[in-house]
């Protein structure tokens, strides 16, 4: 190894390492512009002409399932982070007995495969008459992905310093303020990025809505599942209907990462 | 409980309350019940119970060990995988600054989240197909004719073949960890390690990995946990073939529960699985202990 | 004290939300179709038959679409106080999971009527979870729709014995029959300079083999365990060298399953060599199968088995690389792009063949289909002619959801959907709308166009292969995947030339006894024909 790695090669490796990753995404939006039929034939060759109908055929069908999503996705995604970050800031700042446990209980959830809680969940659900309702989607989604949220927000919390804790005590700041305006404000990133993972994961989950829900409530996966109706699958329609459904999850992104790095800053100011 | 202990430590349980009152209200039963059913004959309707049969049954099952053996490769390759790529992205846009560049990749890195994997499993089939997949395309173009294969029907590549699948395995949230804890790493310490002469390298190597040690147990648990209950991208790239070849315990426990009816069986596949993860997860947590 | 105020607070909004979901849900449904199920089981007055009422139809894929939807219309129209919607399952391994979490709640929000092969179980075990509804009276009740003839015999006769479980209960009515053929690019074959389609095994494999040798895939195989269309060769073969011990395998008098009505029939089956339609209607008895295999009458390591395996890893040299994992799907890619010059596969292909090839245009190639080959010189252990694979496809079952008056709503449906009007035009709506329907109707009268007769040529066939007989090869999997997992990893070491034939064949009996063992377990038989566990 060099003493000092010239910039270029970092840069040339990481141009690289960028391509490869979007070469999908690139995929997925040049499939949206053609024939299915065409695309059996030769998967990898660029469409003669632009098949523009795939998105005015894909937006009939997926356009009322996105509202549906998005309100999933949002209320989710504000309970989520905030019970979320609520008990990762105890299992990082307080101790208390059976804290170990009370931990391993909770996260001990995530590693029971997902799959063999379906059933039992939608009995779960039907008794509380929850089905074909948004909430047979929101409730268990707040669940499952706060665990996340846990553990993301604990790791981070364990990482400031306890001096920052110990003079607003003195001051006589409560938890709940010391959690809300101390310990929060100092982790916007990793609270960001809890709330973007939590709204894709809920925003993709296919499963679940398509169990839970009927189709004229359906979620914008369902919608474009849907989208495959030749029989097999039709690669064309559907990569239209994921390209359009997409536009509202950018957004949320580039929403997002303009806080997460406002809290980057804020960040490198407190230390 | 005494008042002292209450005013001590009631708000920490209290501030607990909405993580488990959820939990409670819809994970928990799923769970007992499926930890219940794991010692029975359940196909939803009627159940018998069987005591240890379902672990006996998979544990002399030639194939779930098979699945075993392959889960093991699975899940150390993940975790590699899962830590050196998205961690070299998150190092690099560091190393070569600019905020607009770093804006530029930054959101490069996380925008095929946004997508659906399908597209990058049927992508990757394509690359692998015998007939006109891009690899062997490229390896007859180059003259090395003996070398093309069908890669996910051999038995000796299928399982290579799809742990390479996804290269170069950023996956946004691993990047979107390592990234966001760079940037919070104490700027003092490294400036001083560059005043003393540390190159790079170095400050990389003796700063930054001792630094992230957190970050890194928690991208190999989350990791673990999503390699042991990962089969959709097996299922469509090779059935668990050729043979066994790349078969896994979470492709089995899928069918026995929704291809045969078999819930009882699924669920002890299913608490074998749960009890390796968690296993894995408290060594993890207790061996790797940091002290700050 | 102030703490404590603001955890109260996130407490009671916790509360709140969960508190609002479960008023909310009521209104947030739009349709109530299963609100009164169970509640009102039983309960038959005016006012349950006055209400309105839905009743949903889940069927797979896209077949009939168009169809189906037109007949829900127009049986609205008679009856307006039932809605018939029609759900099409695009994602199968989805919609099963979907199906069994419904039922395992109580099945009010499941469908009514569902497509047999949708619900991930064995047709028996459907019935005994009391997850389906068996049909016998059902189906044999007058059908106003159809002057008064049943369901059961308005559909073609030869294949009553598919719509029964294996204990003889019937569990669905078949509403048009799937084949599985050749198919062939006449375009490959004319460059190679065959113009006939082969008949035999020698002239498929003299055909396969120059095309081989132009660089073509001779053979597009689906292999593997997701869809095993191989399968269906090893049931014929089996069909065809063991099908004189079909009479030993019926219900016979005396046995506790017999019934009149199985007598009536069963009682006329003798085996005759030349006739292909000896068995027509015979009802098997899956106790005397496993007696049958126990026995050990037929060799399964025997002359037969050493010839059609032979055969089979042969053919299999021609398969498309990396046969043992490619998808279905892939296939008819290979197909279409005029890669592979023969497809082996089901019927239901033939309506996406006609309207993509309509679609290519000059860049298409003609095709046509031909059928399951026999061998050049008579082989003593293949007497007669191998009969071919036409079994019912769009099998439809009655979802049990306890409740009369839903049930009487969903009967009256399907009755009007078996008339041989209603049929046809299901047919005739889903061809012009250039969606495809599955292969030959079974309800009597519907008629099909030339054109989709010409096409599904390869898939007539003299007589109907029992598929019962393949358990003596290889022993009954009963559908247990980590069974067939197996059995195919076994058979692709033979294929693979890591175990000769005679290892292989040693083997396969191993593992057909373990599979007969489990299965009989599963099955409570005590292989004593006399009582019916």
Known sequence: ????????????????????????????????????????????????????????????????????????????????????????????????????????????????????????????????????????????????????????????????????????????????????????????????????????????????????????????????????????????????????????????????????????VSGAVKS | MNTARWKKYGTSYLFLIPSFAFVFAFLYYPMILAFFHSFTKWNLVTSEWIGFDNYRNMFSDAIFRKGMLNQLIYTVTDVVKSIIFPLAAAELIYLIGGSRLKYIFRTGFILPMLFPGIVTILLWQNMYDPTNGLINQVLLSFGLDSWTRPWLGDENTALWALIALGFPFISGLNFLIFYASIGNLSQDQIEAAKIDGANGWQVLTRIHLPLLIPQFKLVTILTIIGSLQDFVKILVMTDGGPGTATINPAILMYKAAFGSSEYGYGSAIGVALFLVILALTIFNLKVLKTDH | MKKIISLITALVLVMTVLAACSSNSGGNGNSNTGTNAGTNAGTEGDEASKETRTVVFATITNYYTDGLKQAAEEYTKLHPETKVTIDIATDNSAFITSFQAKMAAGGKDAPDIVHANLTGDSPDNNLNKGWLLPLDEFAKKPNPYNNDVSIYDGVDEKYHPNMMTASGKIFMLPFDLVGTGFYYNKKIFEEVGITEA?????????????????????????????????????????????????????????????????????????????????????????????????????????????????????????????????????????????????????????????????????????????????????????????????????????????????????????????????????????????????????????????????????????????????????GNTNNDQTLLTEAKALQLQYYMDKIDLAEFLKQKAEFAKKANKKFIEASKFDLDVKTNP
């Open chain 3, 198 to 474: 082969p008949t035999t095994w020698e002239d498929l494999f003299a055909a396969l083999q120059k095309i081989k040798e132009k660089n073509y895939i001779p053979l597009a195989m689906p292999f593997n365990i997701a869809a095993d269309y191989e399968g269906w060769m090893r049931s014929a073969f089996m069909d065809w060298t063991a099908r004189s011990l079909i009479p030993e395998i019926l219900v016979q008098p005396g046995d506790a399953r017999n019934t009149p009505d199985v007598e009536a029939v069963n009682s006329k089956i003798k085996y005759e060599p030349g006739n292909p339609m000896f068995d027509v209607g015979g009802i098997i008895d899956e106790e005397r199968v496993q007696i049958l295999a126990q026995e050990g009458r037929y060799d399964n390591q025997g002359a037969a088995e050493q010839k059609y395996w032979t055969t089979l890893k042969e053919l299999s040299k021609f398969y498309q690389p990396g046969y043992a994992t490619t998808s279905d799907a892939d296939l008819y890619k290979l197909f279409i792009s005029g890669k592979a010059a023969v497809y082996w596969n089901g019927s239901w292909q033939v309506g996406q063949l006609v309207q993509d090839q309509q679609k290519l245009g000059d860049k298409g190639f003609e095709w046509g289909t031909f059928k399951f080959p026999t061998y050049k010189e008579k082989d003593p252990n293949f007497p007669d002619e191998p009969r071919g694979i036409l079994v019912p496809g769009h099998q439809l079952s009655i979802v049990n959801k306890k409740d009369a008056e839903q049930q009487k709503r969903t009967e009256d449906f399907l009755q009007y959907l078996f008339s041989p009007e209603v049929a046809q035009k299901v047919y005739e709506t889903t061809l012009a709308a250039g969606q495809f329907v599955q292969g030959p109707s079974l309800v009597k009268g519907v008629t099909l166009s030339d054109e989709i007769n010409a096409y599904l040529e390869g898939f007539k066939v003299s007589g109907n292969m029992n598929g019962s007989l393949g358990t003596l090869s290889g």
């Open chain 1, 1 to 264: 190894m060099s003493a000092r790695m010239p910039k270029w090669i970092g840069g040339t490796v990481l141009v690289l390492l960028l391509v490869l990753t979007l070469i999908p995404v690139l995929m997925l939006l040049v499939f949206s512009l053609r024939d299915n039929l065409d695309i059996l034939i030769d998967f990898w060759s660029l469409p003669d002409t632009p098949k523009w109908a795939n998105y005015t055929e894909a937006w009939k069908v997926v356009k009322d399932s996105i509202g549906n999503s998005l309100f999933v996705c949002v209320v989710t995604v504000i309970g989520a982070v905030f019970i979320g970050s609520l008990s990762g800031y105890v299992f990082a700042r307080h101790q208390f007995p059976l804290k170990g446990l009370l931990f391993l209980l909770l996260i001990g959830v995530m590693m029971i495969p997902s799959l063999l809680t379906i059933v039992p969940l939608y009995a779960t659900i039907s008794n509380l008459n929850m089905t074909n309702s948004f909430w047979g989607l929101i409730l268990p989604y707040i669940a499952g992905t706060q665990l996340l949220g846990i553990m993301l927000t604990r790791t981070f919390f364990e990482s400031l310093p306890e001096e920052l804790f110990e003079a607003a005590r003195m001051d006589g700041a409560s938890e709940w303020y010391l959690y809300l305006r101390i310990a929060m404000p100092l982790c916007i990133p990793i609270l960001i990025t809890v709330g973007i993972v939590t709204f894709l994961s809920v925003y993709s989950d296919y499963l679940w809505p398509f169990i839970v829900l009927k189709q004229e409530n359906q979620t914008f996966t369902m919608a474009a599942v849907s989208l495959n109706r030749a029989g097999s699958s039709d690669l064309g329609l559907s990569t239209a209907g994921y390209a359009i459904g997409s536009i509202p999850t950018i957004i949320v992104i580039l929403f997002g990462m303009k806080y997460y790095i406002e809290g980057m």
